[in-house]
């Protein structure tokens, strides 16, 4: 009995010791184990969460993607808010763009909602001033204006959130900037949790339509600058076809202008031909005294009428651009001779005095048109003898510096120095009536007439001036007066850009170009001649220069030949004595014994390239006629041949 | 090709010849004294200059030869050439000549020489410069055209 007493006391003892120290393991793995279910069911929940964000990032990205998709505003809002409440399971989402007053934010869009009504809601609440301050999204109260989207009282929503959109501009794009955000316009967008459950807004989701926000903003100012440039382009096209109708008026108007100037100017010429013709054969006629002036009266009217008619005529085909100069080689001194010879009557019965200078220096020749020219230089010289009562005129004509421009009243004028150019400058200086400074503008325009010159000379037609300026414009120059008022006369000045012949011939063109003089031979029919030049091809081409001016040529190679052939037939004997072992001197000796009479005796002329004073004292020396220069031209030998026979002696100048 | 074309490439090969100095208003005075009396006048002149050339060219060359060169032959034939070139207006060949002139005045052989290359070269220049623009008028005159007057104005 006591053995079971004392095991059974011992059992007790041990199990009392030892639950000492079981009770707490247990109750310790009982505690972790409560910990450890408590952390797994954590995590899973994180697990969750975490699957949700993920999908939430993934939706976002496909939100973007399709807002990004489009370029079309509507498309790209609608897209945003739709996409938004199924990926948040919202409950309302609503989007408030600012009016074109930037006063108030009218409700543009609604998911719910096919077509909103236009609730606006002033832009300034503080409400809103607080979610456009910040880039985040700012949780509003649901009874707060933008928030009450239904009609008051009929639904309470879930908690709201507000966020701002940034709408950007074109001028907010700076070339390798960023876009500022500084003054900005924002567009509302509200996003409200369903009121029947309990959810809150977290953290991430708010992050999620800050990153929407920020995408829209971005698509919708491509779409912006889409619009713009669709705009601009359609407006172009507009512009394009606007002015490509007006193009073809115009030429149509030209075409029309250009037919009628075409029709009248025969139109017009013809009776006005018949006109002055006739007019001027009357005067031929015997005519009484009365009657003699009424036909100087009708030719004076009629070719004033003609001038009018052909400056008229001349301006439109100047002002469209259809005259072109008519270029060619002339005599520029002989231009202004001819100037002179027609202006002297008029002013001497004016009892004015014109002179005409031109400097050393100016070239004998110069390629333009020379009609044109002339015409302008008459034109003005004409003017400074109409606006003068007394006086005189002064003609001046000078090769124009670049450095003489700079103190004249025309800086806008270049000259362009060339090498095969060279600039005329004319100045035309009368002690006329002058003109007022302000006047001196209109004087180049057209038809505009000074009212005190107007009722003086009735003569003008106005259009001169205009007409100059335009031929002067056509040679590149510039054309300008000056006067220093009223009373004290004025100076025409104009510049011409004339070309410089290239160097043709070492002699000169021919010296005495257009005045015909009765005396002159032109052709020398069967003149007879003989020519002597060693030189086979010389010979040859004076021989042609002869025969086409009508002489009977012989030739001959040599001296001796020469005295073989000669005859009181002969004319003329042309000797070529540059040629040297031609003993010149003996031949010509010879000539003169062999016709002693000086009536038969052929003229003995020299041909020569020497050019110096030696040869020339030598052919008159040794008793011959005349010297000429070689090469001769036609119309060199032509005028020369007329000079030696009229004269029985020609030296030409060294 | 076209007769309206070689005629423009004849105005403007002639023109060339003018503006490099090849031909100068002499040639333009021997294409005036052309006509239907005389309608090869300018050929016939200038065979006429190439003929007189070759051999004036030959009698310099040999001339300029010699052990003692007569200067005086050397001069007279240089003149002949020079009137000759100037009286066809080949400018080039003519200017040689004068300075070839000067040389043999002061008796340089040196420079003989040299002015006879050199007026050589400009001869055979300005002979097939010739050559082509007559063969070009003869085209146009074979495909029934008229030959383009000249005109120097600008």
Not at chain 1, 301 to 329: F, Q
Not at chain 1, 567 to 584: N, Q, R, W
Not at chain 2, 32 to 44: A, I, M
Request: glycine content about 6%; aromatic content about 6%; proline content about 4%.
């Amino acid at each position: 009995m006591t053995t079971a007493k004392v095991l059974t006391a011992l059992v007790s003892c041990i199990t009392a010791l030892m639950l000492v120290h079981i009770i707490p393991d247990l109750l310790s793995v009982k505690t972790r184990e409560l910990f450890l279910k408590n952390k797994a069911a954590e995590l899973d929940r994180e697990m969750g969460l975490i699957r949700t964000q993920e999908e939430i990032g993934r939706h976002v990205r496909m939100l973007t993607h399709e807002i990004r998709s489009t370029l079309d505003r509507h498309t790209i809002l609608r897209t945003t808010l739709v996409e938004l409440g199924r990926t948040l399971s919202l409950e309302e989402c609503a989007l408030w763009m600012p009016t074109r007053t930037g006063l108030e934010l009218q409700l543009s869009y609604t998911l719910r909602q096919q077509n909103p009504v236009g609730y606006t809601v002033p832009i300034h609440l503080p409400v809103i001033n607080q979610v456009f301050s910040t880039n985040h999204a700012v949780k509003i109260s649901p009874n707060c204006p933008v928030a009450r989207l239904r009609p008051a009282g009929k639904y309470v929503t879930g908690e709201v959130v507000a966020v701002r959109v940034p709408l950007l501009h074109l001028s907010n794009f700076h070339i390798n900037d960023w876009p500022e955000l500084s003054t900005k316009r924002y567009a509302l967008m509200v996003l409200m949790l369903p009121s029947d459950s309990a959810r809150q807004w977290h953290v991430h989701e708010l992050e999620l339509v800050e990153v929407v926000a920020d995408q829209v903003a971005v698509a919708l100012s491509h779409a912006a600058i889409l619009e713009e440039s669709m705009r601009a382009r359609n407006l172009l096209m507009e512009q394009n076809v606007a002015l490509d109708l007006a193009r073809r008026e115009a030429e149509t108007a030209i075409r029309a202008r250009n037919d009628f100037l075409a029709v009248m100017n025969h139109e017009m010429r013809t009776p006005m031909h018949a006109i002055i013709a006739l007019s001027s054969l009357l005067q031929e006629t015997e005519l009484t005294p009365e009657q003699r002036l009424m036909v100087e009266t009708i030719l004076k009217s009629s070719n004033l009428l003609a001038t009018l008619i052909n400056d008229v005529l001349d301006l439109s085909r100047l002002e469209d651009g259809s005259l072109k100069l008519d270029l060619g080689t002339f005599n520029l001194y002989a231009v202004f001779r001819e100037v002179l010879k027609l202006i002297k009557p008029i002013a001497s019965v004016k009892k004015l005095h014109v002179s005409l200078s031109l400097v050393p220096d100016l070239p004998e020749y110069a390629v333009g048109d020379e009609k044109r020219l002339m015409q302008t230089i008459l034109n003005v010289v004409g003017n400074a003898v109409k606006f003068s009562k007394e006086g005189s005129i002064s003609i001046t004509a000078f090769v124009a510096k670049p450095e003489s421009l700079r103190d004249s009243r025309a800086p806008e004028f270049l000259l362009v120095p060339s090498d095969n150019h060279f600039y005329l400058r004319v100045q035309v200086k009368d002690s006329g009536c002058g003109i007022s400074p302000q006047d001196i503008p209109k004087l180049f325009t057209k038809f505009a007439q000074n009212q005190s010159t107007a009722t003086r000379n009735p003569g003008g037609s106005g259009l001169g001036l205009a007409i100059c300026k335009r031929f002067v414009n056509l040679m590149e120059g510039h054309i300008w007066i000056e006067s220093e008022g009223l009373g004290k006369g004025c100076t025409a000045i104009f510049i011409v850009k004339l070309g410089i012949p290239e160097h043709m011939n070492h002699t000169k063109l021919p010296y005495m170009p257009k005045m015909p003089t009765n005396h002159r031979q032109t052709t020398f029919s069967g003149l007879k001649v003989l020519v002597m030049d060693e030189n086979g091809v010389s010979r040859a081409v004076t021989k042609e220069l002869l025969t086409h001016l009508g002489c009977d040529v012989a030739t001959v190679g040599s001296g001796d030949e020469c005295l073989q052939l000669v005859s009181h037939e002969h004319k003329v004997v042309f000797m070529d004595i540059c040629v040297p072992g031609t003993d010149s001197q003996r031949i010509t000796s010879r000539i003169h014994e062999k016709f002693a009479k000086r009536s038969e005796r052929p003229l003995i002329v020299a041909l020569t390239g020497n050019t110096d004073k030696l040869t020339k004292e030598n052919c008159m020396r040794i008793g011959m006629d005349g010297l000429i220069l070689k090469p001769v031209s036609l119309d060199k030998m032509r005028s020369v041949l007329s000079d030696l026979l009229e004269h029985r002696v020609l030296f030409e100048a060294l | 090709m076209e007769v309206v074309q070689i005629q423009r490439r004849l105005v403007d090969y002639t023109k060339s010849l003018f503006m490099e100095g090849f031909l100068d208003g002499q040639f333009l005075q021997l294409q005036q004294l052309q006509d239907e009396s005389n309608p090869d006048f300018v050929v016939e002149v200038v065979s006429l200059f190439f003929d007189d050339s070759e051999k004036l060219l030959n009698e310099l060359t040999i001339a300029l030869d010699q052990p003692n060169v007569d200067f005086k032959k050397v001069d007279g034939h240089v003149h002949q050439l020079k009137g000759s070139s100037s009286s066809i207006g080949a400018q080039r060949v003519k200017n040689v000549c004068i300075a070839f002139r000067n040389f043999c005045e002061v008796q340089n052989i040196e420079g003989c020489l040299t002015c006879l290359q050199q007026v050589k070269q400009e001869y055979y220049l300005v002979k097939n410069k010739l050559e082509t623009l007559f063969r070009l008028e003869q085209q146009i005159v074979a495909s029934g055209g008229s030959i383009p007057m000249i005109e120097m104005g600008f």
